[in-house]
């Protein structure tokens, strides 16, 4: 690679740094190849030996990330701190309710889980009476409109299930949406920051 | 060796040259590369760090042959932690050497 290519890549790998330090850096690389060149190297040798430009690059930039997070002044840190009770009081306020409504959905699978189970029961129930006379107990109803009530409970329980799976499923995009927007919140401070 | 020794002690080795004498980049590079097999761009930038943090400051200064070359200079703060530097890096020697070559004695 050739001088003025060098120097080429290397500015536009600079690209986002400020434009006197951008000079500064390519004034003394552009030294160090002239020097090279008085001493008799090529200008091949002198990029060799240099490394590519997006490594010299990537050192370079690395460093002024390093250095603008070491600084931090009075309204950063303020900004930081609006971040952290902003997202505190989300949790405070929004994270409880995430959690009953989804303890909630939690016991309404549990209760459509103990219908389909009595409803399957109640459908075996001619067998089970064959069985083990003595656990069950007709009362007033005739023996076989019990396998009937099942099939209902068991039809109940299926489309009550169908509701809160779509129900839960929009409960946990909502959970998304919400921790997105910590991201988010997140996000949009560290910028600043 | 191993690029992370490198990369940590460069600036050791930096400062302790330019304690000696001020240089300019190319002979900075040309010195250290003499001894050390190193990518010779790692040093510009590390020039440019040593510079933000007040560790060197620079001069021009007219050269025989060819426009005049930018010098590096240690900074009262440079002197002092290449000081500071040399008596951390003759600890971590010892210890190093105390648990890598127990044997030898040190």
Known sequence: MTKIVYLERLKKYLAQLPTDDIEEILEDVNEH?????????????????????????????????????????????????????????????????????????????????????????????????????????????PLFSLPLIGILLIAASIKLNKYMVIGSQKLYRYALKFSKSHLFVLNYFKKEI | MNIQFKKGILEYCVLSILKEKDCYGYELVNDISMHMAISEGTIYPLLRRLKNDHLVSTYLQESNDGPPRKYYQLTQVGIDTQEKYNQEWMDFQLSVNKICNPNKGV
């Open chain 1, 33 to 141: 190849f002239d020097i090279g060149i008085s001493n008799a190297r090529m200008e091949e040798d002198i990029s060799e030996a240099l490394g590519s430009p997006k490594e010299m690059a990537f050192n370079l930039l690395s460093q002024y990330k390093t250095r603008t997070r070491k600084g931090l002044n009075v309204v950063e840190a303020i900004k930081s701190w609006f971040a952290f009770i902003s997202i505190g009081f989300s949790n405070l306020i929004l994270l409880p309710l995430f959690v009953s409504i989804a303890a909630l959905v939690g016991s309404f699978f549990i209760c459509i889980g103990a219908f389909m189970l009595s409803g399957i029961l109640l459908v075996f129930s001619p067998i089970l009476k064959q069985v083990a006379p003595s656990i069950i107990s007709t009362g007033n109803l």
